[in-house]
T-cell receptor
Framework: AQSVTQPDIHITVSEGASLELRCNYSYGATPYLFWYVQSPGQGLQLLLKYFSGDTLVQGIKGFEAEFKRSQSSFNLRKPSVHWSDAAEYFCAVGARNYGQNFVFGPGTRLSVLP | DTEVTQTPKHLVMGMTNKKSLKCEQHMGHRAMYWYKQKAKKPPELMFVYSYEKLSINESVPSRFSPECPNSSLLNLHLHALQPEDSALYLC???????????????FGPGTRLLVL
């Protein structure tokens, strides 16, 4: 069974600063990897996903993530954070059997200082 | 269009009430999901439907009863709930094998449920 860890429960950055959110996974094969964002009281919005191919994945809202097989990581990055990026971020891993075994990490809450 | 809609947005019910949550998608996805999310926690999977058949039930109490009337609709019938069932209920859908981008789940905005 797969599992996901997000080591940082809460991160605070200043607006305009760079951001990196960490995600580590455990899975026996190459997984499907996802990052979702959730604003308070809202549903989850897909930021980006990795299935195969180029290990640097571009997403919406200026986010990118890099898959590193050797480190079992899929860290999310953004070069310049905007105040509207304040939200909860979830990393998720899906097994390659049409995605029903979908496991979320515990989430990282991002606060942005003006 | 990657939209999943859910109604109602908010629901308050007593422990003896019967209510239903509704979810709809028109992306042609053949897998649909119900999740429960408590505050400051990740979503927890409750049910999965594949090709309109229940394929996963994560040991959810029988007071939650899912229904998938067709490939676009998913309902969650609620009866005799407890206050600890208060949460955000999220619906999601995803393509299945052969539909492309399989495994990608698209979420609705959720129904905020309060059980008194």
């Amino acid at each position: 069974a797969q599992s996901v860890t997000q080591p940082d429960i809460h991160i605070t950055v200043s607006e305009g600063a760079s951001l990196e959110l960490r995600c580590n996974y455990s899975y026996g094969a190459t997984p499907y990897l996802f990052w979702y964002v959730q604003s308070p009281g809202q549903g989850l919005q897909l930021l980006l996903k990795y299935f195969s191919g180029d290990t640097l994945v571009q997403g919406i809202k200026g986010f990118e993530a890099e898959f590193k097989r050797s480190q079992s990581s899929f860290n999310l990055r953004k070069p310049s954070v905007h105040w509207s990026d304040a939200a909860e971020y979830f990393c998720a891993v899906g097994a390659r059997n049409y995605g029903q075994n979908f496991v979320f990490g515990p989430g990282t809450r991002l606060s942005v200082l003006p | 269009d990657t939209e999943v809609t859910q109604t109602p947005k908010h629901l308050v019910m007593g422990m003896t009430n019967k209510k239903s949550l509704k979810c709809e998608q028109h992306m042609g996805h053949r897998a649909m999901y119900w999740y429960k999310q408590k505050a400051k926690k990740p979503p927890e999977l409750m049910f999965v439907y594949s090709y309109e058949k229940l394929s996963i039930n994560e040991s959810v109490p029988s007071r939650f009863s899912p229904e998938c009337p067709n490939s676009s609709l998913l309902n969650l019938h609620l009866h005799a709930l407890q206050p600890e069932d208060s949460a955000l209920y999220l619906c999601a859908s995803s393509p299945l094998t052969g539909q492309g981008a399989e495994g990608t789940q698209y979420f609705g905005p959720g129904t905020r449920l309060l059980v008194l």
